[in-house]
């Protein structure tokens, strides 16, 4: 019986991950590659040193499509991507909700800005330019991120028409803008006195000019064309100050952008979906019925 039972899991396993496809996001060269970047790192669930950035497609569970899609940025300090919990797992929750799911494996220190926001607009123009492929509508594509993971997104949600994400492709004419943001105790600015100072210096540099460091910051680029967007932090965060989400929070309701935001009391940083966080665990739970009520899933 158990090895009947082992038996069945190997092959259950192994249908799940074959619905994964990875998907190149730069078939045609790497902008500022470099010429011997090094081999990609792994240690764990950490991702490092990534010189070839890609898509981790997750279809919507069958029969549960909603014609709807999530770019996920894991976090990291832009480092490392913390690839597991702050990007595969919340990929298999949008996929059971019927969401399609692509986690970017993007660019970090080694090549700093504006490497990662290069990439991350290219991911939306990718899935954008094949919604129909995937099964979603182009103008139902979101944004997810986590920690750094979460400047990543909200950098996309307010520099989506940055001349730095344009290199003279053909996808450069597809629109960048997600249409709504999910962000997860997320760095947000990367002026003192709550900028994540590992953050700033992985991304920015050691002595990275004061203008460069406001622009990067990203409650200062918002505007009405940002788009909706859904906010969790944890009173208690000692790496990412709460005054974060707060900030940004603040930015979308001057810009009159519809928002949501919960701070939970304690939870910490880098919770991902894991339990054992009090009611900041119910975050996925908030984030489901923000979906819902916006009409991105059923």
């Given at each position: 019986m158990r090895k009947l039972l082992l038996t069945l899991f190997f092959f259950i396993a192994a249908g799940a991950q074959a619905q994964t496809t990875v998907i190149p996001l730069w078939p045609e060269g790497v902008p500022n590659a470099k010429a011997n970047p090094g081999p990609e790192k792994l240690d764990g669930e950490l991702i490092s040193h990534v010189s070839q950035p890609t898509l981790t497609?997750?279809?919507a569970a069958s029969g549960r499509a909603a014609r709807t899609a999530v770019i996920i940025c894991p976090g990291g300090g832009y480092e490392f991507l913390a690839f597991d919990h702050e990007g595969r797992q919340y990929a298999q929750w949008l996929s059971r909700l019927g969401v399609a799911a692509f986690v970017l494996k993007y660019r970090l220190s080694d090549f700093g800005h504006p490497a990662p926001l290069q990439d991350v607009l290219r991911a939306l123009r990718t899935v954008r330019a094949h919604a129909a492929d995937y099964g979603v509508a182009a103008d139902r594509i979101g944004v997810m991120g986590s920690s750094a993971g979460g400047h990543l997104a909200a950098s996309a949600a307010t520099m989506f028409d940055?001349?730095?994400?344009?290199t003279g492709a053909a996808l450069d004419a597809v629109s960048a803008r997600p249409?709504?943001?999910?962000?997860?105790?997320?760095v947000i600015t990367l002026m003192p006195p709550s900028a994540h100072a590992g953050s700033r210096h992985a991304l920015l540099g050691a002595n990275p000019a004061p203008d460069l460091v406001k622009r990067m910051s990203v409650e200062t680029r918002v505007s009405a064309q940002t788009p909706p967007t859904f906010?969790?932090?944890?009173?208690?965060?000692g790496a990412v100050p709460v005054d974060n989400s707060i900030l940004f929070f603040q930015a979308l309701t001057r810009a009159h952008v519809p928002a949501e935001m919960h701070i939970f009391?304690?939870?910490?940083h880098g919770m991902g979906m894991s339990a054992g966080h009090g009611d900041a665990s119910l975050w996925p739970q908030r984030a489901e019925e923000w979906l819902r009520d916006r009409k991105l899933i059923q």
């Open positions: 497609y997750y279809p940055d001349p730095a994400g344009r249409d709504f943001l999910l962000l997860m105790y997320p906010l969790v932090h944890s009173q208690d965060d009391e304690r939870g910490g």
